[in-house]
């Protein structure tokens, strides 16, 4: 079992920087990838950064590249977003997942999210 705390985020004017947190509870975060998602008001879920278990590679949606950063500490567990350079349509909840598979079996874990909101 795996909980996730998202720490972060706010009220940001256009142009602005933020970085989110998410803390994991539990010994077994190296071996979790970790993505961060957001949801705005009346849309689908958007899959915004990820991040493999030993932080080699990430991942990011054409809407953010260049903008923000993934990261991780394995020896804190926690993940991080970077985000700069925000604009008005970032404004969203954000939250962490932790995804890993064994064999059939996938383990995904959420964390309880954290607005973002992107206004002057």
């Known amino acids: 079992q795996v909980q996730l705390v998202e720490s972060g985020g706010g009220l940001v004017e256009p142009g602005g920087s933020l970085t989110l947190s998410c803390a994991a509870s539990?010994?077994?975060?190296?071996?979790?990838?970790m993505n961060w998602y957001r949801q705005a008001p009346g849309k689908g879920r958007e899959l915004v950064a990820g991040?493999?278990?030993?932080?080699?590679?990430?991942n990011y949606s054409d809407s953010v590249k260049g903008r923000f950063t993934i990261s991780r500490d394995n020896a804190n567990n926690t993940a991080y977003l970077q985000m700069n350079n925000l604009r008005s349509e970032d404004t969203a909840v954000y939250s962490c997942?932790?995804?890993?598979?064994?064999?059939?079996?996938?383990?995904?874990?959420w964390g309880q999210g954290t607005q973002v909101t992107v206004s002057s």
């Open positions: 997942n932790a995804k890993r598979r064994r064999g059939r079996v996938v383990d995904t874990y």
């Open positions: 991040i493999t278990s030993d932080g080699g590679h990430t």
């Open positions: 539990g010994s077994s975060f190296s071996t979790f990838a």
